[in-house]
């Protein structure tokens, strides 16, 4: 889940920057020691340093159980610990932390409020997440991190109009590469590639940390390959390679990017070692498509079987997983289950993903008539994804609805010629039963 992704990155990565501190630890006369502000706080820290910094918290907190901005920020390391190694058995620790912040200072605590919003975005919980973030504003109607995070809830809500007016008032109140980032997932969202990587490049251009820019390059990189500019793609993966050398996005970035040149055997490589490093149930869906495609189906098994146990571990961490239930089992496993699934997300939130899921899931069910509707309202901001895209097309082409299915599964080859080994063949065959 892309977006997801996209988003909970800045949550927290520019949450913790900007808010808590984690680099040094003083005392203030006869008052608790608390945790100093520090902007290299979380985000751009390497694993050594975060985990480093997570001990050195615990102990703190040990002899100092009453800060209440420690436990803020040591619930945020967690739910950053998780994020990069994709390991949510971290997020109930997270919780425990926040709510230890709330009980010690439960009054005017909008560092603890917002690190809850982060956690509740961490987990696909975007009503919670909103809610947390409005009583942040609550406390203090100026903080830059509540502000973005309500605005990534408002997103993940189908909210687009309020998001948009809730990422300009963030950007009002303090520009930053977190502001120009969510404008620029906006702009995606809205097919305008060009405004959006206008708006990358600013926020990139205003980072010192290399976990940050590898981030940015990487969507920098996507926007670019989607757009047909695999030189540009191929220079952003570079800066992003240079600032962070072992980024599992780059590796992902590169096997995307290896596919679209059709590179199959480098693609192969990338997408393994990118597993390795976070195995998360999207580049693992994408590593086994790709080894289905080119006739690996031992290969593609392994992968299905890793990717159903990392959505099953997200589940016991308290994540909510019914959007990539839903795509996979509509794809690679039982159409009953995929619409169970997708239902259940879409009774939690109205977002054009979710929408592409269940009318994708109700195409899985044999049930086109109901999931035109759904796939229409997929695409109807303007988005140029592929897969949403060629959803479309091929529900419209069981309709027999020629005409626009033709323009919508050309309009995903269009977008993106290799968004998928297994859909874009997929869109191909299509197409050359329309002609015919």
Known sequence: MRKVVVLLVLAVAFFAAGAVGIGGLRSTGDAPATTTVDPAALA??????????????QQHLAEQPRDARGWATLGLAYVEQARRGGDASLYPKAGRSLRESLQVQPTDNDVALAGMAALAGARH???????????????????????????????????????????????????????????????????????ARSLLTRAAGNLQAGADIAFLNFHLAELARRDGDFRAASAALTAARRASPQSPLVLIGAARLAVARGDVEQA?????????????????????????????????????????AAAQLARSGGVAVDLETALFEADHGDPARALAAARSEWRRRHSLFVADALGWALHAAGRDAQALPYARR???????????????????????????????????????PAFAPLHAAAARDLLRDLSR
Do not use: C, K, M
Request: charged share 25%; aromatic share 6%.
């Open 125 to 195: 919980n975007f009503t919670a997440a909103l809610r947390w973030s409005e009583r942040a504003l609550a406390v203090n109607p100026f903080q830059p991190q509540a502000l973005q995070l309500r605005t990534d809830a408002l997103v993940e809500l189908g909210r687009y109009r309020s998001a948009q007016h809730a990422a300009r008032r963030a950007d009002s109140v303090r520009p930053s590469t977190g502001t120009f980032s969510r404008l620029a997932y906006l702009a995606e969202l809205r097919g305008h590639h060009a405004e």
């Open 268 to 308: 192969l490589r990338r997408y393994s070692a990118a597993v390795d490093l976070l195995p998360l149930t999207e580049y693992l869906v994408e590593y086994g498509e790709l080894a289905l495609a080119t006739g690996r189906p031992a290969l593609a098994r392994a992968q299905f079987a890793v990717a159903r």
């Open 44 to 57: 751009g820290v390497d694993e050594v340093r975060l985990e480093q910094s997570i001990a050195t918290l």
């Open 378 to 416: 997929a695409t109807a901001l303007g988005t140029r994804d592929p897969r949403l895209l060629y959803h479309r097309g091929a529900i419209e082409h069981a309709l027999g609805r020629t005409g626009p299915a033709e323009r919508h599964l050309r309009a995903a080859l269009a977008a993106d």
